[in-house]
């Protein structure tokens, strides 16, 4: 039974004004718009449509609160990198997104979601020693990883952890798969840390 089981849509967000005012602790995903964000909330929730799957990358213009338990949250970022998301929109995310991932005190830790196949581009890049230097933890989530051989697996998350260890030991790195459910407790633990959630006991079941 998925950790994240009683996750529900909270509302959105499209000005910093209208952040929870409850909030305690925060888990923000973010990722380019066709990494499979969306895609990873959903299984980790072990729901199909509890955060949409657009066909259409950048779809996803402001920050989407789902709740956990009461006052913790998942947010789900834009997706950042889309080419033909209008230069107008793409100034209003940055007028909400740095001031939250800088600021939002309840924020515990970033989710940076990249596809298994291509990792750190220089988007990731960006991303990764932008957010770094705030001390807040984060955690990549390689996705899509039953796209790749076993050997090519193991490659992609050696190169990506290699890159992260000079951005300290609060950036951590894993092969996740929706498809397969690869890594699914591992990132749960990840959340369930941060949230400071009961972790589920599959010794249990």
């Not at 001031?99 to 830790?109: C, D, H, T, V």
């Not at 984060?138 to 193991?154: C, E, G, I, M, P």
Request: charged residues 20%.
């Amino acid at each position: 039974m998925p950790l994240l089981q009683q996750v529900v849509f909270f509302t959105t967000v499209a000005h910093l004004r209208d952040l929870p005012t409850d909030a305690v602790a925060e888990v923000a995903f973010a990722g380019r718009s066709n990494a499979g964000k969306s895609s990873a909330i959903n299984t980790l929730a072990g729901r199909v449509r509890l955060a949409f799957v657009s066909k259409t990358p950048g779809r996803t213009q402001h920050l989407n609160y789902f709740t956990v338990a009461p006052g913790k949250y998942l947010v789900d970022l834009p997706g950042y990198g889309f080419a033909k998301t209008p230069e107008a929109i793409q100034g209003q995310w940055g007028k909400l997104l740095v001031p939250y991932l800088e600021g939002r005190a309840p924020l515990k830790g970033l989710l940076i979601i990249m596809d298994c196949r291509h990792p750190m581009t220089e988007l990731d890049c960006r991303m990764l020693n932008w957010f770094a230097p705030t001390g807040r933890p984060l955690h990549v989530l390689l996705s899509k990883a039953d796209k790749l051989s076993r050997q090519a697996q193991n490659a992609a998350l050696a190169k990506v952890r290699a890159a992260l260890q000079p951005l300290g030991a609060q950036c951590s790195a894993q092969l996740f798969s929706s498809l397969k459910k690869t890594g699914v407790a591992e990132c749960e633990s990840v959340l369930a840390r941060w949230l400071e959630l009961v972790p589920r006991d599959d010794s249990a079941s």
